[in-house]
């Protein structure tokens, strides 16, 4: 006879071999695993339909052994709950007044909060919304529904037409890249995530200053940070790059090739080539964002890292930005020896993303939408770039200084010695005007004493009207 | 006069102060910036319109000055790419040759890989696709599109709405949660993610065996664990686990209390006052996973670690399996002082999950669906149950035992010492059965010898075929 053991924690024995048993057998089955201290106050004893099935007794039978156990005092029923041993009163007064302890936790990173809604966001990251395809994509998700019908499942390492098409993208900018070597994250964020999880040793050089996000990311995952002081007037000090790299011997650089976050910097080609190189020299694995050669009008024409330097880049980019951020697809190219551990990385961290959103979108791509979104978008912030040179030009103090990074979201202004952007970043906040005071993007010591200044989030008319702001309050600051 | 530095790495002059610079100054700046070093082999110029639009000279006078430049051999033009300065021979030779180091990393973890297709997946813990509400949310997500459009922006803590709708389902299940306690997740993988991330000291407290992609995960963010032994047919050893803790003083416990993955446990009412009573007296956090409850017809009658312990106790939970696996929607309830540094977590890892799948369960549980769903689940899971054990029964040798659950999506079968479940494993897939032999979830000593056996994935058919099979094989394997 196959041997049950049963509901949890009490044994059902039969008097006689091969026999069903009956109430009685039930009962001292309870009495003597109570005995054994197996059946402790509190358990439950299994449903009646359970043992019902079990052991093929009638429901009857279950339920006058239950009742016999309930009168003797051995278990109490509770209505809607079941049968369970009894307690006494002491032990019920200790569960009543149980608090568990909450687990101690790290200080909060001090991540950017959201500005208030209606000021005007002149640091912001991203795109104004007036600019997104917004129906265009529910038009997408509307075909998706329509056809295939929603998938159950989803690709671990993404939804395999989408890793295509960003395959083929890719390599019609020199990157030649294998749906293979592609995998979908949420947002470029989760592809920083997965290739430092992944890391023999987590060190890692990253420039100063630096992302914040993938900064209390890296140090999160207890990684060790090297900065490499990054000035967006003059350029990558290669000298300075080298002698920190040999001293530290990162495992990994991140760096952001075009447009730059913080600073909006762009890396020369031959900055790029020189990392190749110190790269080989040094076995340092190389981690290349490029969320910003697509907002450019001329990006497609410009070298990146993997273009450079092949496979072995790591090369990090997202539609979230350019596209829609609630979307949240971002994307990874791997040298194909680190895909498995890469996407097994990411299967810890959130197993796999929603097929919905990977399915739109490869629906919008498959329309050709995003070139020509990418193409009005691209339009649009030279004409935003533009009329933002403008208004510094004719707003900013003398003193003042800014990148020019020919088109794209953001710029890099920098304002004299003298001003405290701590404190003009308050003063801005009360006239509604948010610009972000980049304190926490300085891993290194903070060598620069400005900000971004993004066209690309704020209309025209708000541009003007705040940089407007912004010179009058620098002048005030500046006396 | 505004003091502009330009394009990335070289500075123009005029060669009087105030006048706009004329095209020999523009040449005479290059070569400047080329002999002071700052203008190295490869940097690309400004576009011309950069330089016409910081220093509003006509593009005529920057072009002949870079037509100039070009034709003393300073300078490279590019078709479409603009221009550089030029590079030597040997230079442009390295180039070509670069090929970047990719970086050292893990090894993979074993996590458990997709099973063929067409084999029965005996193990899995997904539900059968076909008892699934494909089409209600293909419905819900057209209303979404329809009424208010797709929003650009996410929560990075979840969508409000959907946040509410958590909050009120879990009070009427006897656990008081505000709608600002509840952090929506990538699944309910992510919520581990997050609260290991966000420890002090990672220090995790396991079941053993333990959910693997769990332990693979804590194991990837440094925690050092404590496996605390469980047998599903003898219940939790309440002593041992004590004397585990008291050692280990671990920071967290983390535990599955229905269902628990792999042994399909579910623990009883005094073993989980037994557990709030070891976090209160030692200060470790408890973090409950809940999967399973939904899956159970009574499950709304059965307390949680977090009905029991109240507001310290995290409490994590997900749509995922119960709903549809692609969805990607979990979610996790934290103490109020604590939501803070856990949604700068998940900030750290994805920043925020996509607004339109949230928005989807949102409408999803409006129209009252997902109550019906369950509903559905679980009678089809009771009847699922009540074959599986007579399938058992019939099939199953002597020495064979299982749990009985009593509903839910799967039950431990254990099978004798002498069968290498390994071995077992491979046989069952050349039969077209997939099992999972279970070794990875052991973070301790392998002191069971068995597997989950899943009748809420596999329909009745597949399910008798394949006990049939595993029956045959195991007589086999004991002989």
């Known amino acids: 006879m196959t041997q049950h053991t049963p509901y949890h924690s009490f044994s059902i024995q039969s008097a006689a071999a091969g026999r069903r048993p009956t109430a009685m057998d039930l009962v001292e089955s309870v009495l003597r695993s109570r005995r054994e201290g197996r059946l402790p106050a509190g358990a439950r004893l299994p449903p009646v339909r359970a043992i019902e099935r079990q052991l093929g007794v009638s429901k009857n039978t279950v339920q006058s052994a239950y009742d016999e156990l309930v009168a003797r005092g051995v278990c109490v029923a509770r209505e809607r709950e079941g049968v369970f041993v009894a307690h006494d009163a002491a032990e019920r007064e200790a569960i009543v007044s149980r608090s568990a302890a909450a687990p101690r936790v790290v200080a909060t990173p001090a991540l950017s909060g959201p500005a208030p809604s209606d000021a005007i966001k002149l640091s912001s990251v991203f795109i104004d919304p007036a600019l997104l395809p917004r129906e265009r994509l529910a038009d997408c998700a509307r075909s998706v529904l329509r056809t295939p019908g929603l998938d159950a499942f989803y690709d671990p390492q993404g939804y395999a037409p989408l890793r295509a ?108 080539d020189a990392l190749l190189a110190l790269s080989e020299r040094t076995a340092m694995g190389l981690l290349e964002d490029d969320w910003g050669s697509d907002m450019l009008s001329d990006g497609d024409y410009r070298p990146t890292l993997r273009a450079l330097g092949g496979d072995n880049v790591l090369y990090a980019n997202s539609f979230t930005k350019k596209l829609l951020p609630s979307l949240r697809v971002g994307y990874l190219v791997a040298p194909r020896a680190l895909v498995p ?99 926490a993007h300085f891993a290194g010591a903070r060598h620069l004493n400005g900000f971004r200044v993004s066209y690309a989030f704020v209309g025209e008319a708000d541009l003007d009207r705040a940089l407007t702001i912004l010179g009058n309050e620098l002048r005030e600051a500046m006396r």
């Open 165 to 272: 098409q960003i395959a083929e993208r890719l390599s019609a900018r020199a990157m030649a890249v294998d749906p293979s070597q592609v995998i979908i994250t949420t947002g470029s964020q989760q592809a920083l995530d997965i290739v430092v999880r992944a890391l023999a040793t987590r060190r890692v050089a990253v420039e100063d200053p630096v992302y914040s996000h993938a900064r209390f990311l890296f140090e999160n995952l207890g990684a060790t940070l090297s900065p490499l002081r990054l000035d967006p007037f003059e350029g990558i000090d290669l000298d300075g790059w080298r002698a920190v790299i040999e001293r530290d011997a990162p495992s990994l650089l991140y760096s952001i090739t075009r447009f730059q976050n913080p600073t909006g910097y762009s890396y020369q080609p031959h900055e790029l």
């Open 341 to 439: 551990t890469l996407v097994a990385m990411k299967r810890l961290s959130t197993l796999g993303n929603p097929w919905l959103t990977e399915a739109v979108l490869s629906e919008f791509l498959d329309r050709g939408y995003y070139d020509t979104h990418l193409r009005a978008v691209q339009a649009a912030l030279d004409a935003r770039y533009a009329r933002c040179l403008e208004a510094l030009s004719a707003r900013m103090p003398e003193g003042c200084r800014w990148t020019l990074p020919g088109g794209g979201p953001t710029l890099w202004l920098e304002v004299p010695r003298s001003v405290d952007v701590q404190r003009l970043s308050a003063q801005m906040a009360a006239r509604g005007v948010n610009i972000e005071s980049a304190a």
